[in-house]
Each structure stands twice: as structure tokens, then as C-alpha cells.
């Protein structure tokens, strides 16, 4: 059984940075398709980046194309996503996501089947 744990989460201004990272336990993450996705409070879950397992692959949201960079180590078994220039639009609670059945990128968070507890970022206007 994979867990996942996410960690950098915290309170900065607008204009700020935060860098989240995502540690995997249990096995190694192999070839699963890693994401974030976050929440709002009142909103649903939306996609914000993933990168497939040798990480030639990547794909960001709209919203954040420019800001927000996802990287892995997978000798670290670790996902990481940096994120600069925040804004008080991204304040929610993000979650990191494993994908087991395919090593396709996919957007939807019903196609990841290992999900952490999240980190709240908040960003400060």
C-alpha cells in the first residue's frame, strides 16, 4: 500500500513562494503518474500539474502555467512543486496524488487511486 504525505504548506504574501514536496512510503513509486490538485473552501478538487514517472512528461492548469513547476525524484521517492508569484487565488488546501492504473496523464482526479491528507497554503493579500 503506497501513502503518500504532502509538507511545505504555510501562510505568504501575494508575490511569495512556497515549495510543497510529497513523500511516498510503503513501495517505491515505480512508473505512477504523480499530480497535485487542490480545494477551495465551497469549491471542487481541480488539477494543478502532473508528471509521469521519468518526468520527459508534464502538464500544468491554465491558472498556473509559468508560476508553478512540478518535479520528482524518484530515488528520493519524493514529488515536489514549486510555486512562485502566488496569488490570493490559490489558497486552498492541495493534495498530492498517485496514479496507479495507467502512466498516461490525466487531469481527472477520479483517475488517481493514492491520495495524502493535503497542506493548506494560504496566500495573503
Known amino acids: 500500500q503506497l501513502q503518500l504525505v504532502e509538507s511545505g504548506g504555510g501562510l505568504v504574501q501575494a508575490g511569495g513562494s512556497l515549495r510543497l514536496s510529497c513523500a511516498a512510503s510503503?513501495?517505491?513509486?515505480?512508473?505512477?503518474?504523480m499530480g497535485w490538485f487542490r480545494q477551495a473552501p465551497g469549491k471542487e478538487r481541480e488539477f494543478v500539474a502532473a508528471?509521469?514517472?521519468?518526468?520527459?512528461?508534464?502538464y500544468y492548469a491554465d491558472s498556473v502555467k509559468g508560476r508553478f513547476t512540478i518535479s520528482r525524484d524518484n530515488a528520493k521517492n519524493t514529488v515536489y512543486l514549486q510555486m512562485n508569484s502566488l496569488k490570493p487565488e490559490d489558497t486552498a488546501v492541495y493534495y498530492c496524488?498517485?496514479?496507479?492504473?495507467?502512466?498516461?496523464?490525466?487531469?481527472?482526479?477520479?483517475?488517481?487511486?493514492?491520495w495524502g491528507q493535503g497542506t493548506q497554503v494560504t496566500v495573503s493579500s
Open positions: 496524488a498517485a496514479r496507479e492504473r495507467g502512466v498516461i496523464i490525466t487531469t481527472s482526479p477520479r483517475e488517481y487511486d493514492y
Open positions: 510503503g513501495r517505491t513509486l515505480s512508473r505512477n503518474v
Open positions: 508528471i509521469a514517472w521519468s518526468g520527459s512528461s508534464i
